[in-house]
């Protein structure tokens, strides 16, 4: 006389359990999903700060040459005149994004006076590749000349010049797109008897945008 009841008993449970059960296998998917997703954004926010990992490039001087409008017969600058440097630069991209950038222009300093400009095209630079650029700077030579230190810079063969460079762009990883800018600090010594750039350094700061 106990079985049945029991029997009958269970039955109603089972039917009430039926859709708790349900619920919860639905309430642990949503959990299993939600920590998949949790997973996936750890697993992003990762690779942004190892793989994305943000670093300047590098930067190598090639070559150079120099474009100098001379009085005929002497090694000096025809009054009034611009010289143009070109150097020959090879930049290596180092981060696993690629790096598409602006054009660049901006003001060249020699013993704290403004005497040019430095400019270096727009470009696109793969990810983990090196890409050839061509900086150039043009100097007014009435501003060099102008320096009180140029003198001893000649007899010491070596004249250096500074500018800062602003570069706005665009870094693109897989999917992800973010702005940055570059900010370089750059310094050019020229050997004036051979009027070649001896050594071109650029110290570059990447900021990223959101
Ligand atoms: C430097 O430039 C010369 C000629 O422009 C080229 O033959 C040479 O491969 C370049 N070297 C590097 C390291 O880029
Ligand atoms: C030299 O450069 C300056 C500034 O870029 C420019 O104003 C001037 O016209 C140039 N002079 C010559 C002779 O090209
Ligand atoms: C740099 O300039 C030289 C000479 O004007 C040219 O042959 C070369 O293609 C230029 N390189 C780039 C990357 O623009
Ligand atoms: C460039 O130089 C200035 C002053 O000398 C300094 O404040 C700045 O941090 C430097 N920037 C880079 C990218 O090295």
């Known amino acids: 006389m106990d079985k049945p009841p029991e ?5 109603p449970i089972d039917e009430e359990k039926a859709p708790s059960l349900r619920k919860r296998h639905l309430l642990r998917c949503c959990t299993c999903a939600a920590a998949s997703l949790f997973f996936v954004a750890i697993l992003a926010i990762a ?3 190892t793989v994305f990992r943000v670093r300047g490039p590098v930067f ?3 070559g150079s040459t120099a474009n100098l409008d001379l009085i005929p017969g002497t ?14 630069v090879s930049v290596r991209n180092r981060n696993y994004a690629s790096f598409r950038y602006g054009s660049s222009a901006s003001a060249v300093y020699y013993r704290g006076a403004a005497i040019g ?4 095209p727009a470009g696109n630079m793969a990810a983990r590749r090196t890409a050839r650029m061509n900086v150039t700077v043009v100097i007014v030579m009435d501003r060099v000349l102008a320096q009180p230190g140029f003198g001893s810079d000649v007899e010491a063969g070596r004249a250096t010049m500074s500018w800062r460079a602003r570069i706005g762009g665009r870094m693109k990883f897989w999917f992800i797109k973010k702005h940055v800018t570059m900010k370089m600090n750059c310094t050019a010594t020229v050997d004036v008897v051979k009027m070649e750039v001896a050594e071109y ?4 700061k990447i900021k990223l945008f959101r």
């Open 7 to 11: 029997h009958q008993l269970a039955a």
């Open 47 to 49: 690779l942004a700060f």
């Open 60 to 62: 190598l001087l090639n």
């Open 75 to 88: 090694r000096l600058p025809r009054p009034g005149s611009n010289a143009t440097i070109r150097a020959d």
């Open 117 to 120: 400009e430095a400019r270096a």
């Open 201 to 204: 350094k650029c110290k570059p």
